[in-house]
């Protein structure tokens, strides 16, 4: 091999280092903030009025507000409602949106989903406060100013989603309709009940 072509793969070497590092690999962020101290708000819609989104009947089923920190997000380009829920967010509030414990969890998306897992053999809260202080939310936004927002939103950033849980129709797809309970995911890792939430107003308290 002669010298031009050492530095060759030398030089591709090091643009596929800086592309890993400058673009790809994201370091873990780190969690020492203040965790969220109150459940998410839902008040009854009495008679709710649908409205198209789309190729998709969006029925309003409750008013929604919550307020937590974000362990994890996944964008959606190919599924069958991407085209009005372009990402979800899972959040965490109360015991679960303490330091401490977020970082002896993992947490991951899997077909529309999250699972968490103890990263150790031992459950640093009750499983049951667990199941109920996290929820992975299919974010509908309302208007594209919306849109940027929440595709701005990080692990660990602390934010306020306000709107409404909904059920999302459209035709050859059976109805998508919102968990209405916090308290819906089976347990340790697997699948946690989601919420459909239209939203009308989206704030990052805090990076």
């Known amino acids: 091999m002669n010298k031009t072509n050492i530095q060759l793969i030398l030089t591709c070497l090091l ?4 592309i890993y590092f400058g673009f790809i690999y994201k370091k873990e962020p780190d969690w020492n903030g203040m965790p969220a101290k109150n459940e998410p708000i839902q008040t009854e819609i009495k008679n709710p009025v649908p409205f198209k989104n789309g ?4 029925t309003p089923l409750a008013n929604y507000s919550i307020t937590g920190i974000v362990i994890s997000t996944k964008r959606y380009f190919f599924d069958s409602v991407s085209s009005i829920s372009p990402i979800d967010i899972a959040i965490a509030w109360k ?3 303490v330091a401490d414990v977020i970082k002896e969890f993992k947490f991951k998306h899997r077909r529309r989903a999250i699972i ?3 990263k150790k053999d031992y459950w640093p809260i009750m499983e049951k406060e667990v199941k109920t202080c996290i929820s992975n939310n299919h ?10 927002k929440l595709l701005k939103i990080n692990k660990y950033d602390l934010v306020r989603i306000k709107g409404q849980l909904v059920k999302a129709e459209k035709s050859g797809m059976e109805p ?3 968990s209405l309970s916090r308290d819906d995911g089976p ?9 459909i939430i239209y939203i009308t107003d989206v704030e ?3 990076k």
Do not use: H, Q, R
């Open 204 to 206: 990052i308290l805090k």
């Open 55 to 58: 190729k998709f009947l969006i």
């Open 187 to 195: 347990g340790w890792g697997k699948l946690i009940g989601c919420e």
């Open 139 to 148: 974010c509908i936004p309302a208007n594209k100013d919306i849109k940027k």
């Open 176 to 178: 998508w309709v919102s």
């Open 116 to 118: 968490y897992t103890t």
């Open 95 to 97: 015991k679960m949106s």
């Open 15 to 18: 643009l596929v280092l800086i």
